[in-house]
């Protein structure tokens, strides 16, 4: 159903949603030049009425986003989608532990930015975006949107 609901949204290419049952995920891809909406996305979701007695949970949402990263006035780092007004804030992991002597995948684009490169894409979990059906479904994650960052993609220079 989750799947089907996924497929349903106009700016999801229905052709590259997948259902793997054994590892419990759906994978899918916004059509060429077109945003997936998360707010949609969500209500897609709730319209399937999954209900308590399915068991079933989002562990979480992974989203690459394109862009352009900037630190704004307050210091925090924001992910400016390319062609449109949205942004996610970026954030650390915080039960990430890294080996001693390593940074942090957001240590490591704070420092890029930092450097002047242009970082370009940014992979991670959106923060809010888990726990059981019913519950999350029954309200919007709060906006604005966080991304607990995973991995980046530097400018090619």
Not at 6 to 19: E, F, G, K, M, N
Not at 56 to 72: H, I, N, R
């Given at each position: 159903m989750a799947r089907d609901a996924t497929a349903r949204l106009y700016d999801v290419d229905a052709d590259l949603v997948a259902l793997d049952k054994k590892a419990g995920t759906i994978t899918f891809r916004a059509k060429k030049d077109r945003l997936v909406d998360l707010d949609m996305l969500h209500e897609s979701i709730w319209a399937t009425r999954l209900g308590t007695g399915t068991g079933m949970e989002l562990k979480w949402l992974q989203v690459t986003a394109e862009g352009q990263?900037?630190?704004?006035?307050?210091?925090?780092?924001?992910?400016n989608v390319a062609g449109?007004?949205?942004y996610f804030l970026l954030a650390e992991d915080a039960g990430a532990k890294p080996k001693e002597g390593e940074k942090t995948p957001l240590?490591?684009?704070r420092e890029a930015l930092d450097k002047g490169e242009k970082v370009v894409s940014v992979t991670g979990?959106?923060?809010g975006w888990n726990g059981n059906f019913v519950k999350f479904l029954a309200k919007?994650?709060?906006?604005?949107r966080t991304i607990i960052v995973k991995e980046f993609q530097t400018a090619k220079r």
């Amino acid at each position: 159903m989750a799947r089907d609901a996924t497929a349903r949204l106009y700016d999801v290419d229905a052709d590259l949603v997948a259902l793997d049952k054994k590892a419990g995920t759906i994978t899918f891809r916004a059509k060429k030049d077109r945003l997936v909406d998360l707010d949609m996305l969500h209500e897609s979701i709730w319209a399937t009425r999954l209900g308590t007695g399915t068991g079933m949970e989002l562990k979480w949402l992974q989203v690459t986003a394109e862009g352009q990263a900037a630190v704004d006035k307050k210091g925090e780092i924001r992910m400016n989608v390319a062609g449109s007004d949205q942004y996610f804030l970026l954030a650390e992991d915080a039960g990430a532990k890294p080996k001693e002597g390593e940074k942090t995948p957001l240590q490591r684009l704070r420092e890029a930015l930092d450097k002047g490169e242009k970082v370009v894409s940014v992979t991670g979990r959106v923060d809010g975006w888990n726990g059981n059906f019913v519950k999350f479904l029954a309200k919007l994650p709060a906006k604005p949107r966080t991304i607990i960052v995973k991995e980046f993609q530097t400018a090619k220079r």
